[in-house]
């Protein structure tokens, strides 16, 4: 029979995990989700995005319905969104301003003939958001217009889109691959980690 632990000791483990995942947190990359229609594919998004050490979803909605992110995902997200770091926007210039106040430069899923292969996308180790669009019309013109990359995932069959669930599982880890050394400053991680301490 298993030796069972005190108290203590599964509060000290815990701590300790929560401790590893804010030190593991990507820093300066984002997510942003425009008027995602169905919260449960953007669930799945944000299982991806807690997966990839990514902290921040932001999130537009500015011709669709509101729904709490917060309140959404069930079983699809595996609890993801209760440790995630969530902005609302009412409109996409909204959105935009922020991301450029912020420095962000902008990286849009969106297939087309001036998009880039997702695959040869070096990011420049700055500040970077990942933009996906809403399932049926994809991501606005509005944004499109001040992205600083389009990008497109490589693809060899008849089909030439995928879910948004699914293609951000596969951005999100072709862009972490090109990041190095983008981990949560000593202080980002202090004022993380006691903020998970607190969900």
Not at 62 to 78: A, F, M, R, V
């Amino acid at each position: 029979m298993p030796k069972l632990r005190k108290s203590g000791e599964v509060k000290s483990d815990r701590q300790k995990r929560l401790f590893e995942i804010a030190q593991k947190r990507q820093q300066g990359l984002i997510v942003v989700l425009e008027d995602v229609w169905d919260p449960h594919n953007a669930s799945a998004v944000m299982r991806s995005c807690d997966a990839f050490g990514i902290q921040e979803v932001w999130l537009i909605f500015d011709k669709q319905k509101y729904w709490n992110p917060k309140k959404i995902g069930g079983k699809t997200s595996s609890s993801a969104s209760k440790w995630l770091t969530f902005r609302i926007f009412r409109s996409t210039g909204e959105c935009l301003k922020e991301l450029k106040k912020n420095k962000y430069k902008i990286a849009v899923a969106a297939i087309g003939i001036n998009s880039k292969p997702l695959t040869k996308f070096k990011n420049s180790n700055g500040k970077l958001a990942v933009v996906f669009g809403n399932e049926h019309s994809g991501v606005s013109q509005e944004i499109k217009e001040k992205a600083d990359y389009l990008l497109a995932i490589p693809m060899r069959g008849f089909v030439d889109s995928l879910n948004i669930s699914v293609a951000a599982g596969i951005f999100l880890y072709e862009i972490s691959k090109n990041i190095s050394g983008a981990k949560n400053s000593p202080i980002k991680t202090n004022l993380l980690y006691r903020d998970f301490l607190s969900r």
